[in-house]
C-alpha cells in the first residue's frame, strides 16, 4: 500500500514537471517572432520599454542582468531606434528605487533627461506592460530585457492584445538558477492572466507619450505614480489587508462562539434527557403493588366454613 503511495506520488510530481516545462516552452514558441537579438534588427519605436531590476544584490555585487538591460537601452537610443525610454520598475521603499536608478546611469550615459520618463508602478511585468497601453498611451512599444523575461512580457501583452517587440539583451553565464526561477513565474503569469485576471495595482491618470515636458536633471521624469502617491495607495492596501484580517477574525470568533453555544446547549439537552429517564424510573419503582381482587361473598353463608358430608 506504501510502496502504492509513493509510486502515485512520484508520478503525479513527473506529470507536474512535464506540464510546467510544456507550458514554459509553448510561451517560448508563441513569442519567438517578436524576439530581436541584434540592435540593427530592431523596428523603429517610439517607446522603449526598460523594465526594471535591483542594480546590486543583497552582497552587494552589480547585478549583470541591469548592467546588461541599461546598456541594452543606450544601444537602443542611440542607434535611433526608440525615442523615448520608459522605465518601469518598483519604487516599494525609500531606499530602493528602480527607475530613479535607471535614470541616473542613462543621464550618465549622455541620454538626455526630457527623452526618459519614469513609471514608479512597475510592481510586476504585468504592471509594467499593462501600464504602458493604459497610462502611457503606448499600443506598438519595444520591451528591453533578457529574452526570458521578453518572452513573458510579450505573452502578456499579445494575451491583452498589446502590439509589442523586445529586444532581448544578453544574459549573465550563471542563468541557470534565474531560468528555473523563470517557470514557476510564467505559472504564475498563466494563472495571473486566465484564472484571477488580474489588472495592474495601479493605473492612474491617461499621460501620453510624448508630450512638451521640462525637467531638471535632479527632478524625476513622468510622475506616473509619484512617491506620495505610492505612500497613499501603500496605505490604502495596508488598510485593506488589516480590514480583511480584523473581518476574518471576527468570522472566526462568532463561528467559535456558535460551536460553543451548540455544544453547551447540546450537554444542556443531553443532561436534561438523563434526569428525566431517572425520574421516570423512580416513579415506576415507588409505585405501591396491586392488591389481589377481593373474594366475592355469598349472603347467609360463612365463606371461611367448609361444607361437610355424611351424618353425625
Given at each position: 500500500?506504501?510502496?502504492?503511495?509513493?509510486?502515485?506520488?512520484?508520478?503525479?510530481?513527473?506529470?507536474?514537471?512535464?506540464?510546467?516545462?510544456?507550458?514554459?516552452?509553448?510561451?517560448?514558441?508563441?513569442?519567438?517572432?517578436?524576439?530581436?537579438?541584434?540592435?540593427?534588427?530592431?523596428p523603429?519605436?517610439?517607446?522603449?520599454?526598460?523594465?526594471?531590476?535591483?542594480?546590486?544584490?543583497?552582497?552587494?555585487?552589480p547585478?549583470?542582468?541591469?548592467?546588461?538591460?541599461?546598456?541594452?537601452?543606450?544601444?537602443?537610443?542611440?542607434?535611433?531606434?526608440?525615442?523615448?525610454?520608459?522605465?518601469?520598475?518598483?519604487?516599494?521603499?525609500?531606499?530602493?528605487n528602480?527607475?530613479?536608478?535607471?535614470?541616473?546611469?542613462?543621464?550618465?550615459?549622455?541620454?538626455?533627461?526630457?527623452?526618459?520618463?519614469?513609471?514608479?508602478?512597475?510592481?510586476?511585468?504585468?504592471?509594467?506592460?499593462?501600464?504602458?497601453?493604459?497610462?502611457?498611451?503606448?499600443?506598438?512599444?519595444?520591451?528591453?530585457?533578457?529574452r526570458?523575461?521578453?518572452?513573458?512580457?510579450?505573452?502578456?501583452?499579445?494575451?491583452?492584445?498589446?502590439?509589442?517587440?523586445?529586444?532581448?539583451?544578453?544574459?549573465?553565464?550563471?542563468?541557470?538558477?534565474?531560468?528555473?526561477?523563470?517557470?514557476f513565474?510564467?505559472?504564475?503569469?498563466?494563472?495571473?492572466?486566465?484564472?484571477?485576471?488580474?489588472?495592474?495595482?495601479?493605473?492612474?491618470?491617461?499621460?501620453?507619450?510624448?508630450?512638451?515636458h521640462?525637467?531638471?536633471?535632479?527632478?524625476?521624469?513622468?510622475?506616473?505614480?509619484?512617491?506620495?502617491?505610492?505612500?497613499?495607495?501603500?496605505?490604502?492596501?495596508?488598510?485593506?489587508?488589516?480590514?480583511?484580517?480584523?473581518?476574518?477574525?471576527?468570522?472566526?470568533?462568532?463561528?467559535?462562539?456558535?460551536?460553543?453555544?451548540?455544544?453547551?446547549?447540546?450537554?444542556?439537552?443531553?443532561?436534561?434527557?438523563?434526569?428525566?429517564?431517572?425520574?421516570?424510573?423512580?416513579?415506576?419503582?415507588?409505585?405501591?403493588?396491586?392488591?389481589?381482587?377481593?373474594?366475592?361473598?355469598?349472603?347467609?353463608?360463612?365463606?371461611?366454613?367448609?361444607?361437610?358430608?355424611?351424618?353425625?
Open positions: 500500500m506504501i510502496k502504492r503511495l509513493i509510486v502515485g506520488f512520484i508520478s503525479i510530481v513527473i506529470l507536474m514537471l512535464v506540464v510546467a516545462i510544456g507550458l514554459d516552452r509553448w510561451i517560448s514558441w508563441k513569442t519567438k517572432d517578436y524576439v530581436y537579438d541584434e540592435v540593427q534588427e530592431l523603429h519605436r517610439q517607446v522603449g520599454v526598460v523594465l526594471g531590476t535591483a542594480k546590486y544584490y543583497r552582497t552587494g555585487v547585478n549583470q542582468y541591469y548592467l546588461y538591460r541599461i546598456q541594452g537601452a543606450i544601444n537602443a537610443y542611440n542607434s535611433g531606434k526608440v525615442k523615448y525610454l520608459l522605465l518601469s520598475g518598483d519604487n516599494a521603499q525609500q531606499s530602493y528602480e527607475p530613479m536608478t535607471m535614470r541616473r546611469d542613462l543621464m550618465a550615459a549622455g541620454i538626455p533627461a526630457s527623452d526618459i520618463v519614469l513609471d514608479y508602478a512597475g510592481f510586476r511585468t504585468l504592471d509594467s506592460i499593462v501600464r504602458t497601453r493604459k497610462v502611457f498611451d503606448t499600443n506598438d512599444f519595444l520591451i528591453i530585457t533578457q526570458f523575461h521578453c518572452e513573458r512580457a510579450l505573452y502578456i501583452a499579445l494575451h491583452m492584445g498589446i502590439q509589442a517587440q523586445c529586444f532581448a539583451v544578453p544574459s549573465p553565464k550563471d542563468i541557470m538558477t534565474v531560468r528555473v526561477r523563470e517557470i513565474a510564467r505559472l504564475g503569469a498563466l494563472t495571473d492572466l486566465y484564472i484571477l485576471k488580474r489588472e495592474p495595482r495601479f493605473l492612474g491618470p491617461l499621460i501620453p507619450i510624448p508630450a512638451v521640462n525637467i531638471p536633471d535632479d527632478e524625476q521624469g513622468y510622475p506616473a505614480v509619484t512617491p506620495e502617491q505610492l505612500l497613499v495607495l501603500q496605505q490604502k492596501l495596508a488598510d485593506e489587508k488589516k480590514a480583511a484580517e480584523q473581518k476574518a477574525a471576527q468570522m472566526k470568533a462568532a463561528a467559535q462562539k456558535a460551536a460553543i453555544e451548540k455544544a453547551a446547549a447540546d450537554e444542556a439537552a443531553r443532561v436534561q434527557a438523563e434526569q428525566d429517564a431517572k425520574e421516570a424510573e423512580d416513579d415506576t419503582q415507588a409505585a405501591p403493588a396491586t392488591a389481589p381482587p377481593p373474594v366475592p361473598i355469598v349472603p347467609g353463608k360463612n365463606p371461611f366454613s367448609q361444607s361437610r358430608s355424611g351424618t353425625h
